[in-house]
């Protein structure tokens, strides 16, 4: 079946403008993840969805990065006045249903660089 | 979630069965144990996760031992694509907190 899937691949942006990263989880998986990885380093928690429980925001960086997510389906990731530091791939994860062991599913990921 | 200590690096010969261990002595009854991998440039993987009695999957085995202080992932006919950095993770039962990976291990498959 379909895996996660990310939009776009890769995103080169100014500094300073707004971009929008797409997530389309697997069917049925209630749970998604937005991290970031910077070039060398480890995975950065961004956002966690659950069903219709309030997201966990509490690895969002500054109030310039939002993320919203429709039903349990696809989720878009927004960062406003882009900085250079925020030069990352962006990954995001789905997980099965309560119940089932929770493994996550990882996209592809989409390569932002800000000049 | 449970330290585990995995070794920095390994080598395995192109078809031969790459094993990869992992220490997480401190591991509690309700913990089970996972493994993901991140090839290079590409998303993390999962591979495989288990309780106490070992795993089998169409990419790897997992053995844990009787006490569960340890584990090996068994990738059985490595191929130059297993390259990749493996992650043991130990995590409770239903947890669905987010993922955070140690060092891990590279696996390098040599031809």
């Known amino acids: 079946g379909a895996g996660v899937s990310q939009s776009p691949s890769n995103k080169v942006t100014e500094k300073g403008k707004d971009v929008e990263l797409r997530c389309d989880p697997i069917s049925g998986h209630t749970a998604l993840y937005w991290y970031r990885q910077r070039l060398g380093q480890g995975l950065e928690f961004l956002i966690y969805?659950?069903?219709?429980?309030?997201?966990?925001k509490s690895g969002l960086p500054s109030d310039r990065f939002s993320a919203e997510r429709t039903g349990e389906s696809v989720s878009t990731l927004t960062i406003q006045r882009t900085q250079q530091e925020d030069s990352a791939v962006y990954l995001c994860?789905?997980?099965?249903?309560?119940?089932?062991?929770?493994?996550?599913?990882f996209g592809p990921g989409t390569r932002l660089t800000v000049t | 979630d449970a330290k585990t200590t995995q070794p920095t690096s390994m080598d395995c010969a192109e078809g031969r069965a790459a094993n990869l261990p992992c220490n997480h002595s401190t591991i509690s009854g309700n913990e089970y144990v996972y493994w993901y991998r991140q090839i290079h440039s590409q998303g993390p993987q999962y591979i495989i996760h288990g309780l106490k009695n070992n795993e089998t999957n169409e990419m790897a085995s997992l053995i844990i031992t009787e006490d569960r202080k340890s584990s090996t992932l068994i990738l059985p006919h490595a191929t130059l694509r297993d390259t990749a950095v493996y992650y043991c993770i130990v995590r409770p039962s239903g947890s669905a907190r987010q993922l955070t990976f140690g060092s891990g291990t590279q696996l390098t498959v040599l031809p």
């Open positions: 994860a789905s997980s099965p249903m309560p119940g089932g062991s929770y493994e996550q599913y």
């Open positions: 969805f659950q069903g219709n429980s309030a997201p966990d």
